[in-house]
């Protein structure tokens, strides 16, 4: 399983506290009832956070400029009309996923083109599932812009836990479809804002799997 840089120093420091903590509790309260139980929590613990920043390799092999792949792993919470106005300012369709603790916190670029906004915003830490964390969590807006001129909105949200969204994106960079964009710790949300003509694949609570999961299509 290979592990996102981004989880190094995080994973050093719980590791560090995890023994720290033991050897403490091992040494002025030798009992096995508190010993034990204490060493099977913090090394599940442990591994949790191992695990939270596993990151797959998954390479997109059938590239289209047409076609849309989910931007993260998680489940479909929205789908649904909405007025963007922060850069388009137009009608969109906005397909968000929800991000929960035990999912990949990777986050892909969803179709081939160049960065023509980006912008991250300083903000709250409301759930990300709820409708308003779009607009006052901690978030960036990334605008890729395809070969035929077609723009697609991003944006990642930190949630109630997370409290550090990681990006590459910078304007006037051109990424392929599939690279990595950035990372968010802990609980988020994705949103992708589609030309309002879309075809939309997927269906609300579906699962999606980052790089792997069509979410639409272009027109």
């Not at 392929?176 to 950035?182: P, V």
């Not at 988020?188 to 694949?201: C, H, M, T």
């Amino acid at each position: 399983m290979r592990i996102h840089k981004e989880g190094y120093l995080s994973i050093g420091i719980v590791f560090t506290f995890v023994v720290l903590l033991n050897l403490t509790v091992y040494y002025l309260l030798p009992f096995l009832l508190v010993a034990i139980p204490l060493l099977t929590i913090s090394t599940i613990f442990f591994f949790f956070i191992v695990r939270f920043f596993r990151h797959p390799l998954r390479i997109i092999n059938n590239t289209d400029d047409k076609t849309i792949y989910a931007p993260a792993d998680g489940k479909v919470v929205v789908i649904e009309q909405v007025h963007e106005n922060e850069y388009l300012k137009e009608e969109r369709i906005q397909v968000s996923i929800f991000m929960s603790p035990l999912d990949i916190h990777v986050n892909w670029i969803p179709v081939k083109g160049i960065i023509s906004y980006f912008k991250y915003h300083k903000g709250k830490h409301l759930v990300a599932f709820a409708p308003k964390s779009s607009e006052i969590n901690e978030r960036t807006t990334t605008v890729i812009k395809t070969s035929n001129n077609t723009e697609v909105l991003m944006r990642q949200i930190a949630g109630a836990v997370a409290r550090r969204i990681v990006y590459f994106a910078k304007e006037g960079k051109t990424f392929n479809q599939g690279d990595e964009l950035g990372f968010i710790k802990f609980g988020s949300r994705v949103d992708v804002f589609l030309p309002i003509n879309s075809e939309i694949i997927v269906n609300l609570q579906d699962k999606t799997v980052g790089n792997e999961t069509i979410i639409a299509k272009l027109k």
